[in-house]
């Protein structure tokens, strides 16, 4: 059984304002809950090919793991490939509505091993860990 989810939410600000700050690496530990460091390759905004490497926190085990960008749209998607806690593919999407940017984090996979046999655990930590970055994502952004 995958997992699945896709929580969203309006961020008042233009939509290239929220991809210079979303899509940069160096800002993740504001709004990424559950990293303790994040390390990417190369300085700047994450384009295809750009790998990160993070140290997390998830469901009171901590793990290293990194991320490809896979796929990116200027200032409107960025797609990654992600080993842990299981392989899944992550995608920031970005698009414009009437009072700012619509912000949605895509994230779907199949966990195997120990999170194999919580697979409904885990689609329901993972939409409620991605609601609480959106919410961080939007404090940061918001005045």
């Known amino acids: 059984m995958p997992v699945d989810v896709r929580p969203e939410v309006l961020v008042r600000r233009p939509r290239s304002d929220v991809a210079a700050f979303m899509f940069d690496p160096a800002n993740d530990l504001e709004w990424t809950g559950g990293i303790t460091s994040s390390r990417p390759t190369r300085p700047g905004s994450l384009v295809e090919g750009a790998t990160v490497e993070r140290t997390a926190r998830f469901l009171g085990r901590e793990f290293v793991y990194g991320y490809v960008v896979t796929e990116h749209d200027q200032d409107r998607l960025v797609e990654m490939k992600v080993d842990r806690p299981f392989p899944m593919t992550v995608r920031y999407e970005l698009a414009d ?21 919580a697979t409904p655990l885990m689609a329901r930590q993972v939409r409620k860990s991605i609601t609480a970055d959106l919410e961080r994502l939007r404090a940061c952004l918001e005045p």
Do not use: M, N, Y
């Open 97 to 117: 509505a009437p009072t700012g940017t619509l912000v949605a984090i895509h994230a779907s996979g199949t966990p195997g091993g120990f999170f194999g046999w």
